[in-house]
C-alpha cells in the first residue's frame, strides 16, 4: 500500500468514528414485573369432635356406639383425645371456615395404600394387625375400609360379630371358596357352624393364605384337630413340613375325609412312589414288584391298614399301628 493510499485510509477511519459514536442506543427490553406471591395457605388446627357433630350429626352419633368412641374418652396415648373424627381425617379448622369437601382428609377416597397408612397410626403393632404389611390384602390393594365401616352406620357397626355376616362379607371377595363348600365333604361355614376367621387371620399373619397359627408356629387346623397333634417321637414329614394341606383339601373335597385324591393309597403316592430304597433285609420297598409293597396285590391298596398312625407314632418309625 503506497503512502496515499494508506493515509486516505487512515483519514476515513478518523472521520467515521463520531458518527458510530452519535448513533442512539437500542431501547432497552423492558422488563416484566415479578408476580406477587401467592398467599400461603393457612394451617388446618384441631376444632374437635363436637364441632364436627354439629354438621355431621348422624355420624356423631353412629361414632359414640362404636369402638371407636374410646378415643374421645379413654386415654390420649395417640393424641386424639376429644378429636376421635380428625384422628382419621386430619385437622378440620380450614374444611369448617369453607365447608368445601377439598379441605379435609377423606380416607374412604385415598389410595388403599393411604388408607392403611391412615389406620396404623392407631392400629400398628397390635396382635390383630401384626402381619398386615407383608399379608395378601395389603399386597392386592384392599383397604381397611374394604371390609369395615369405620362411622358404624350400616346394621353390622364396625366389625361384623355373627357367623352369618362374617362369612358373607368373606364371599362378596372369594367367590372360588365359596364354591368349593358346595362339595360333598366340607367344613361346615355354609352352616355357619364355623366362620372363615375361624381359621384365617384376615388382618395379616406371615403364614401362607392367611392362616392362622396355633400352639406358636404349627398349623391353626390343631386347633380344633388337637387330636392329630404332636409332638411325636416318630413324626409324619408332610405334617410339620407342609401342612394338613399336603393330604387334605382346606375348604371343601369330593374325597372322603376331604383327601386331595379319591383312594388314601393314591394320596401316599403322592410321596411314596415306587422308592428303590433297600432296607436291612434286602427288600425294596417300592409298589412295583418284585418290591415289598405290590399293589398288583389287593392286600396291599390300602395303606392305613397297617400304617395306622398317618399323622405321627410314638411307639414305630415306619408309623405302624
Do not use: W
Request: charged share 20%; with cysteine.
Amino acid at each position: 500500500m503506497n503512502r496515499r493510499a494508506y493515509a486516505a485510509f487512515i483519514f476515513l477511519f478518523v472521520a467515521l468514528m463520531p458518527c458510530a459514536a452519535q448513533q442512539p442506543a437500542p431501547a432497552a427490553t423492558p422488563k416484566t414485573a415479578p408476580a406477587a406471591p401467592k398467599p400461603l395457605a393457612k394451617a388446618a388446627t384441631y376444632v374437635g369432635s363436637e364441632t364436627c357433630g354439629m354438621c355431621h350429626e348422624d355420624i356423631g352419633k353412629a361414632i359414640t356406639k362404636s369402638p371407636h368412641e374410646a378415643v374421645d374418652n379413654g386415654d390420649d396415648k395417640h393424641g386424639f383425645r376429644g378429636k376421635v373424627c380428625e384422628g382419621c381425617h386430619g385437622p378440620g379448622s380450614n374444611h369448617v371456615e369453607s365447608l368445601s369437601a377439598v379441605d379435609i382428609r377423606n380416607p374412604a377416597k385415598l389410595p388403599p395404600a393411604e388408607t392403611d397408612r391412615t389406620c396404623l397410626t392407631c392400629h400398628r403393632n397390635q396382635p390383630t394387625t401384626s402381619g398386615r404389611l407383608e399379608a395378601s390384602h395389603a399386597h392386592n390393594a384392599i383397604a381397611c375400609t374394604s371390609c369395615h365401616s369405620i362411622h358404624a352406620h350400616g346394621p353390622n357397626g364396625l366389625v361384623v360379630r355373627k357367623p352369618v355376616e362374617i362369612n358373607t362379607l368373606c364371599e362378596t371377595c372369594h367367590v372360588e371358596v365359596k364354591a368349593s363348600f358346595a362339595e360333598p365333604f366340607k367344613h361346615r361355614v355354609p352352616e355357619n357352624a364355623m366362620t372363615c376367621v375361624d381359621c384365617h387371620n384376615p388382618h395379616g399373619t406371615f403364614k401362607p393364605g392367611l392362616m392362622r397359627m396355633a400352639n406358636a408356629n404349627e398349623p391353626g387346623c390343631f386347633n380344633c384337630h388337637s387330636d392329630k397333634r404332636g409332638p411325636f417321637t416318630f413324626e409324619h414329614a408332610p405334617v410339620r413340613e407342609e401342612g394338613c394341606q399336603s393330604c387334605h383339601m382346606p375348604h371343601g373335597s369330593a374325597n372322603a375325609k376331604m383327601l386331595i385324591r379319591q383312594e388314601v393309597r393314591l394320596v401316599c403316592l403322592e410321596c411314596h412312589a415306587n422308592l428303590p430304597v433297600p432296607n436291612t433285609t434286602g427288600i425294596v420297598t417300592g409298589v412295583v414288584p418284585p418290591a415289598f409293597h405290590d399293589l398288583t396285590s389287593p392286600r396291599y391298596r390300602n395303606c392305613t391298614i397297617c400304617h395306622q398312625k398317618i399323622h405321627g407314632s410314638h411307639i414305630d418309625r415306619n408309623l405302624l399301628r
